[in-house]
């Protein structure tokens, strides 16, 4: 055991605390190794009724995993490293969302990516006024995983999809209102994503992704023309699988399912050469300009897109 999860029982909860506070309790392997450990043994164990997730410090409950590692080990040892990953993050996240105890999570400050995998499938799912949700793993050369594509497919009209595809951040009454979250304490501000409903779901809709954002681009909104400028900074092969992946999931019937398809097109997304260049200049360099391949929407093969969902059909 390390002490970047502090693992206790105390008055029938078993809790969970990530311990990383400098990295926003950034997830590794042993980290979710260890996590899981625990779940599966406090299974049978009588004295713990119910579980609870936090992490350590006031900066949030989990920036995500650590994509820095992991972009490391996958240098060193390609998809092997690739597999052991993700078998890992996503065991534990089906064991959460099917575990028999309540489980609550504490979704306070940042929670992200697969602190997101964590706690979105909790049975009980709190946030609180100073709440950032979000999936931003398109600026990384990625797509949403850890199963919360089953959450966001299921929101109201193509919210959703503007999520997953954009990254963007939520506060708390806006995670409540697209199923990430239960409910939220303290006094917390209004929604604002009800007022964007009209553009979002207009610009959003098909299976395009060029569409998609040229509509963005076109549409008299300003809201709608800086989101279709911020689509273009993300990943364009990563927007292109977000979007069939997220079309995908609207059919799977549960998190299992969606993690399974997850596990599928996550093993050749992070071998691709966006991944690492994502992640260098998101996290290592940062300097904020990553180069893609291809550099635009345009120039997408849907063909190739589609290759990554042929073992799943």
Partial sequence: MSDDV???????????????????????????????????DWLDDDTVERVRLTGAGERGLCSGADVRALRTDLAERGEAAAEAFFTIEYGVDALIANYPKPVRADLFGITMGGGMGLAAHC????????????????????????GVLYELSRAPGELGTHLALTGSRVGAADAVLVGL??????????????????????????????????????????????????????CPFAVAVSLAAIRRAANLPDVAAVLGQDHALAVPMVQRPDFSEGVRAQVVDKDRTPSWHPGRLEGVDPADVQALFAALD
């Fill in 181 to 234: 979250a239960d409910r939220a304490e303290g006094d917390v501000p209004d929604a604002t994503l009800p007022a964007q409903r009209h553009w979002i779901d207009e610009c959003y809709a098909g299976d395009d992704p060029v569409a998609i954002v040229r509509r963005l681009e076109d549409h008299a909104v300003a809201a709608a023309r800086d989101t279709g400028a911020l689509l273009r900074q993300r």
């Fill in 6 to 40: 502090l693992l206790e029982v105390t008055d029938g909860v078993g809790r969970i605390t990530l311990n990383r506070p400098r990295q926003i309790n950034a997830l590794t392997l042993g980290m979710l190794a260890e996590t899981g450990d625990r779940l599966v």
């Fill in 123 to 146: 049975s009980e799912r709190v946030v609180r006024a100073d709440s950032r949700l979000a999936m931003p793993e398109t600026i990384i050369g990625l797509f949403p995983d850890v």
